[in-house]
């Protein structure tokens, strides 16, 4: 998927991959998952994550280097335009996390994930080979790519729950009437 990230505040950011809604979960961050109001810091945190790779991100929050980024990069942020950055990012990782139709299981079979998805997704990327090389492509790929990889390995493996695009087409018909 060709999606060109936004530029905010100056900061042009990265592709959003499974690393950057690693990172904003763990720090639970309204921008991934939670549904309570975000603040100007919070904005500010999700695009300083979100400017960077994964592998650069991580390097520079074990530091503590990135306070000093974060400080000088909010140094741009206008309390006027907060509104508006919210939106733009929220958009980006909206799009960005957009993942394959799939049927809906009526008697709820499904099982609930006991790890964070963004490890699982990983470690599913990996085929269970966890080589440097492998996670940190898996860590920086895109959250569409990532999933997109992940429905064909599924689709592979014999998965019926995933729509084609003949039914989606057709699903999205009857809906409109």
């Not at 206008?78 to 008697?107: C, G, H, M």
């Not at 599913?124 to 920086?140: H, K």
């Amino acid at each position: 998927m060709l999606l060109e990230p936004p530029k905010i505040f100056g900061r042009k950011l990265k592709p959003f991959s499974l690393g950057h809604a690693y990172i904003l979960d763990v720090y639970e961050s309204a921008y991934v998952g939670a549904s309570m109001e975000s603040s100007a810091k919070e904005l500010i945190f999700a695009l300083w994550v979100c400017g960077h790779t994964y592998s650069d991100a991580m390097v520079r929050l074990r530091s503590g280097r990135f306070k000093w980024e974060m400080f000088c990069y909010g140094r741009r942020f206008r309390e006027k335009y907060f509104n508006e950055a919210s939106v733009i990012l929220s958009d980006y990782i909206d799009s960005y996390t957009t993942t394959p139709e799939r049927w809906k299981k009526q008697n709820g079979s499904g099982s609930t994930l006991r790890v964070p998805w963004q490890m699982a997704t990983v470690w599913r990327l990996c085929g269970g080979r966890l080589s440097p090389d492998t996670v940190e492509w898996a860590w920086n790929l895109p959250v569409c790519d990532a999933m997109a990889f992940c429905a064909v390995a599924a689709a592979s493996e014999g998965d019926k729950d995933l729509i084609s695009e003949d039914e989606y087409e057709a699903v999205r018909m009857l809906d409109n009437g």
